[in-house]
């Protein structure tokens, strides 16, 4: 089971770069299955999770940093830490 996340990793991050109009959505998707299953003390936490882990599936920083924002904002309080 490991090692199909690993794989299905490493497919979305081939596909994330073949096909940029839709790499956006893509780390949406990724940050989203995230945001479901982590566990955070504050909003701050919950960042830096969403940020490490978009740019562990090989995402640029600018485009993890607004896409985590943007969930942070519609899943709970802001967070402008960043």
């Keep these: 089971a490991a090692s199909d996340v ?15 109009a ?5 780390l949406r998707t990724q940050l989203e299955k995230k945001l479901r299953l982590t566990r955070y003390k504050d909003t701050y936490d919950l960042k830096t999770k969403l940020i490490r882990y978009g740019l562990s599936l090989g995402y640029d920083y ?3 940093l607004d896409a985590a924002g943007e969930l942070i904002q519609t899943n709970d309080e802001p967070c402008d830490d960043f």
Aim: glycine share 0%.
């Design 6 to 20: 690993y794989k299905r990793q490493i497919i979305d991050e081939a596909l994330a770069r073949l096909d940029p």
């Design 22 to 26: 839709n790499q956006s959505e893509r």
């Design 62 to 64: 600018d485009a993890v």
